[in-house]
T-cell receptor
Framework: AQSVTQLGSHVSVSEGALVLLRCNYS??????LFWYVQYPNQGLQLLLK??????LVKGINGFEAEFKKSETSFHLTKPSAHMSDAAEYFC???????????FGAGTRLTVKP | GAGVSQTPSNKVTEKGKYVELRCDPI?????LYWYRQSLGQGPEFLIY????????DSGLPNDRFFAVRPEGSVSTLKIQRTERGDSAVYLC?????????????FGPGTRLTVL
């Protein structure tokens, strides 16, 4: 079984500051890990994913995440926040098949001018 | 091309009523998923279809919930005798297949409010 924990339901940063959203996972098999973004009244959009291979993965809009097996973490970062990054972010884990994807509770990112 | 669409976008109903929520997946996607997202929570898996059959319905909370996909495309999530606790956003997603990793594409959701 898989599960994720997102630390911090709300994160606030200033425009131009580093964004760090934390995600820890639990999985009984090698995990596939995902970050999704959800803008108001829109569906979830895939930001990036880790399946196999390189542990540092780059996604859209300048985001990246690093899979750290020893820490069971997959934190999302962006060097410089933009106002348009304000949204809800969800970390998710699966065991390699789509039917077992499990989401965290989400982190709402606020970007202050 | 068109993404996943869901109708209605909002549904308000009274306790005890029956509701149907519709999902139109991306053309050619054989796998379809339903999730429920309660306020302040992440999406929670309900059921998925591979083609016409419900391959895994273990996430359905009780027998008031039922979903169909009769022709392997459009799916309808049906909720009988709605309760206030059913209020949530119901998300639909589709992907090319279920086995292995295939990106799930999500619709905008249907916000269900049970008064």
């Amino acid at each position: 079984a898989q599960s994720v924990t997102q630390l911090g339901s709300h994160v606030s940063v200033s425009e131009g500051a580093l964004v760090l959203l934390r995600c820890n996972y639990s999985s009984s098999v090698p995990p596939y890990l995902f970050w999704y973004v959800q803008y108001p009244n829109q569906g979830l959009q895939l930001l990036l994913k880790y399946t196999t291979g390189a542990t540092l993965v780059k996604g859209i809009n300048g985001f990246e995440a690093e899979f750290k097996k020893s820490e069971t973490s997959f934190h999302l970062t962006k060097p410089s926040a933009h106002m348009s990054d304000a949204a809800e972010y969800f970390c998710a884990v699966s065991g390699g098949n789509n039917n077992d994807m499990r989401f965290g509770a989400g982190t709402r990112l606020t970007v202050k001018p | 091309g068109a993404g996943v669409s869901q109708t209605p976008s909002n549904k308000v109903t009274e306790k005890g009523k029956y509701v149907e929520l519709r999902c139109d997946p991306i053309s050619g996607h054989t796998a379809l998923y339903w999730y429920r997202q309660s306020l302040g929570q992440g999406p929670e898996f309900l059921i998925y279809f591979q083609g016409t059959g419900a391959a895994d319905d273990s996430g359905l909370p009780n027998d008031r919930f039922f979903a169909v996909r009769p022709e392997g495309s459009v799916s309808t999530l049906k909720i009988q005798r709605t309760e206030r606790g059913d209020s949530a956003v119901y998300l639909c997603a589709s992907s090319l297949m279920v086995v292995g990793y295939n990106e799930q594409f999500f619709g905008p959701g249907t916000r269900l409010t049970v008064l």
